[in-house]
């Protein structure tokens, strides 16, 4: 057990979980399985790899990652009721390292929610934190929404947790509501007046609403929290969480003020940043601080003309200290193999030979498109490969459109659904209104389109566009990217990526052959 006053603070990593509830970001199973992978292998010592009770597919995940994990404790949410602890058990039990984490909410608006007044929630508490316990030795107690639960009762509830067994308390500012000052209040004041915290280790989780998570999770260890609950890239419902790549860095950079140390290796955080987003569809924000495409760039002629005296008047950090290359090397079509896999190394893809093969043919036609391709083509390239390797239902097998100024245009598309090639032709509004046409008329579906939007990878007429796409049905959100020189096949390419992860989250198969079938035949 680590004591509060501990200088070594833990990595709670809920990217698969409180992550991919961000509308949108589902991962498939294997994928789930690779970031959780990515996470053990940089040193995270807890990773929240799913809601077991949520679903078959959930329950397999956390399962497997469980089974898998070499370092990592594992973790599985359940609700305050004998079912979902159990089911948690069944999925966490393969760990070398498991344990359970169950919450309930406790503000008086989430006290309406399950209709129970104080006495019946503070037995509830009992009651299930207890047979958690009985279970694994290991439990996690959250009072959801806690930072806006009346003091006396909130300090009530984490005493009745602590003594039927849990062992770590997580204080959850579940809808971004407090400031950094209130949270560092808490969390020494919980401390200090609730029997028992010496044996336990308290846990900060913030959301992001008000653009605090990070200030208010440093806040929190400032106050004796020793565990951060965060995701990559800050990911996570609404305006998201508290970002691991923040407080790890904040720790490392400032550590002068801030004395507490993590087992994160920050060299790793960069690869994972890129697999995440790519995985979950959710792009990087070029601002974002230490993994956003400008974190480390310099345009200003003060700052370029500083940065070659002396890096460290405009860096406080290195870049190689998060994984990011120092080098610019720009590679073209004579370019060879060991330049790409050295290349590639250095953005944070380790090749075996046959994948580096694949590739290697994939970036020879992008060179002979472009005079020079640049990290950020070989990002996307990396990204487009790995959708086309991920076992996609729908691919866009051929696409030719015909567009100018006499309307209307039309497109000409084959796609390969279940393994079958289908051809239409269609018309719309612009290429890409004809080409989003023929791939309903291939593919008849209800989704509706939320976001389209088109960003250049780099610069110049021949330059790769990364297309995002946003599409929902049945109040279900999945997104989908692509890059191409052709604006038109990216935009395709995103649209059908985004089809594929909405048929997960739906849990539909194709439809029938016969292109002019307008329902999906249950997945069961």
Known sequence: MISTDSDRVLIFDTTLRDGEQSP???????????????????????????????????????????????????????????KDIDRCWEAVKHARSPRIHTFIGTSPLHRAIPNLNKEQMEERIHETVTHARNLCDNVQWSPMDATRTEWDYLKRVVEIAIKAGASTINIPDTVGYTAPVESADLIRRLIAEVPGTEDVIFATHCHNDLGMATANSLAAVAGGARQVECTINGLGERAGNTALEEIVMALKVRHDIMPWSTGVDTTKIM????????????????????????????????????MLKNAETFEIMRPSDVGLSETNIVMGKHSGRAALRSKLKNLGFDLADNQLNDVFVRFKALADRKKEVFDDDLIALMRDTEVEHSNERIQVRFLRVICGTEAPQSAD????????????????????????????????????????????????????????????????????????????????????????????????????????????KDAG
């Open 24 to 82: 949108g970001a589902t991962m498939t199973h294997e994928e789930k399985l690779e970031i959780a992978q990515l996470l053990d292998e940089m040193g995270v010592d807890i990773i929240e790899a799913g809601f077991p009770i949520a679903s078959e597919g959930d329950f397999a995940a956390v399962s497997e990652i469980a089974k898998q994990a070499q370092n990592a404790t594992i973790c599985g949410l359940a609700r305050a009721n004998f």
């Open 271 to 306: 690869n994972i940043s890129r697999r995440v987003a790519t995985v979950s569809g959710f792009s990087v924000q070029y601002n974002k601080a230490i993994v956003g495409k400008n974190a480390f760039a310099h345009e200003s002629g003060i700052h370029q003309d500083g």
């Open 413 to 520: 598309l084959t796609l390969t659904i279940d393994g079958e090639d289908k051809q239409v032709t269609a018309t719309g509004d612009g290429p890409v209104d004809a080409t989003f046409n023929a791939v309903k008329k291939l593919f008849p579906h209800d989704a509706h389109l939320q976001l389209y939007q088109i960003n250049a990878v780099t610069e110049g007429t021949d330059a790769q566009a990364t297309v995002h796409v946003r599409l929902e049905q049945d109040g279900r959100i999945a997104t989908g990217q692509a890059s191409d020189t052709d604006t038109v096949v990216a935009s395709a390419k995103a649209y059908v990526t985004a089809l594929n992860r909405l048929l997960v989250r739906l849990g539909k198969t194709a439809p029938d052959a016969d292109v002019k079938a307008v329902s999906y």
